[in-house]
């Protein structure tokens, strides 16, 4: 069973990840039966620079697209003599849409960075790489991707991966060609050199600043020289450029930066390594000696590992570990009778003030040669093991996976039953050969998803999936609509765009021209701005809208508050309910007044034969294993996570 994100509410939220630190995670849960025989693909792993990590028949197509829209793009801008800029996310031009998403209610000018700089402007000596990748490298900036950079200092320790994400760049241009692993495929990003920094210019700093650097410029300069000068991430090396291009490449590949406030490591880690996230509660671990043996001491050999206090206390912090924060696990080992856990916070600061904490007794010139320590405050600190068991409430495990591993997948694109019930989808999974599996069953475009592990024996597998309901406040596609400005269409398009790609991995896809319909409404307004209106005799009016503006009806099946309201666009008089037609807002209502989720299957086994289908609507309604769905079974494997 998944949480319900209609597709009306995840366009508002952007055709991306859930934003926010106190975001919804939906609980998912599934049951495993056998059934009948139904066929699909397989796709073999063939990894191509990855070592364990997940390599899917994609990789190498996104790979190669990506090469060539760079160097499309680097010999278009030689022959001009000119550097690259990106019209799809300029941060000069454009800074409102690359930093705040449609649903942000106000425009906030003081969240906007005080300024734009190329990179060969920012840096003296600029390096893409300085001496590689490192998780001492990162610092994070004024964005709360917390999250997002703990996955980068995970996925750090397994060497070449970070690097293998940059497929193409030319740097003297101004050109950079990133891949994600987006929703079961690898996704190209292409993003030019420009990036958000603090007062690119002394004549535009505040006035105790500037006055204070009057005949001090120089210093100013030296003072805000490289990555000192940027306003998101950076990296510890002044000239070193990787982190904040990557941070913005995932920025632009999730709608802007607000997009990417708030997440899960875990998740962040998948996007970079192609792995799969489930998440265990520190609580729920029945032996926590069989925890070290067989899942801890594998850290950075086929799984990583990420940890967060999710603690209801009412204080931010205890022994210096911030609540609702990430951090990343780089190193697990057994020394002498000790069990120790290497943690890093990305703030490249604020550390753990127990045991073994810079300036603890237990230090002593032994240890610190055992454990390689380096004292001071970079963020980077150990703990024992029952200490590590006390201090956390979840642990994020990503599996990774390497060419002995074969995965299949399917996608349906459903309309869950109300009341909630086993049966608004069911995957058919055919195993030949006895096999370790890791099951994923996720959301489209949303982090939203569970994972089981599992042995199967071979024979036919029904994996019956229940999807809730779930109240959301994000803005229906009518107020979303309402709200957008006129300068704002790109931003719409660009985000149904993206929407509506997420859908189309659905098996069961049927395309809807979402972006057509919302431009041809927006561009139709001139200004779509909705004031303040009342509610007359069941026919709302509107105050002191321009000609041709969005005008809303009201009837009983219509209210302002809840779904299915009619958009229609007036001429210059309001609408009586009975002038209303057909027309392209009712069609918007119609698409998504009934909401519908894209989910997906993923399974990952060492049987290069298994089969996988995926079947919805009528097509179960007369399976005999639903009939007793409900009923819980000897045979039954459950999928329950968050």
Known sequence: MTNLVSNQQKLSKRASFIRGKTAEKNVTYSKIKKGSKFLSNTVDFNPCFFLAAVATEGLQNARNKTVALVSAISKECRSKNEKFRDSEFDLQKDPKNCIFSLDDNEFDATKVPNGVARVT?????????SDGVNHNDIRQGADGDCWFLSALSIASNIPKVIENLCVARDE??????FIFFRDNEWVPVIIDDQLFVYFDKLQNAPPLIKNFFVGREKMYDKLIAGSNRLHFSKCRDSNETWLPLIEKAFAKANGDYNCIEGGQTGEGVENLTGGIMSQIFIGDILSKERF???????CNADRLFAVQNMSLA???????LIHYHAYGILKTCEIKGKRFLLIKNPWGESEWKGAWSDGDANWDSEWIQLLDHKFGDDGAFWQEYDDFLKSWTSIDKIQLFDNSWTLVSNWLEISPSFPSSYGDAVFKLEIKTATKACISLSQSDAFRSTTCDAFLEPGIYDIIVMVKYELNSSPSIK????????????KFTSTASSYEFSRSKASNYVPFDIVGIGRKLLESNGQVKVSKSKVTKG??????IPKKSATVSDNENCSTEGEGEIIKVATQ?????????????IKINKQFGHPTVVIGLRVYTKDKEMELTGLHGDQCENLEILE???????????????
């Not at 402007?121 to 790489?129: A, D, G, H, L």
């Not at 070290?292 to 594998?298: A, F, T, V």
């Open 292 to 298: 070290w043996n067989e899942e801890l001491r594998y």
């Open 172 to 177: 003297e241009v101004g050109v950079y060609g």
């Open 573 to 585: 008089h309001d609408l009586s309910l009975n002038e209303i037609e057909e027309t392209d807002e």
């Open 628 to 642: 007793h769905a409900n009923v819980p079974e000897a045979n039954e494997i459950h999928l329950f996570g968050c």
């Open 479 to 490: 107020s979303l609509l309402q709200s957008t400005e006129a300068h704002d269409i790109k």
């Open 121 to 129: 402007s920012i840096f003296e000596n600029p390096k893409f790489y």
């Open 539 to 544: 026919v709302r009016t509107t105050k002191n």
């Open 314 to 320: 009412t204080n931010d912090e205890h022994q210096g």
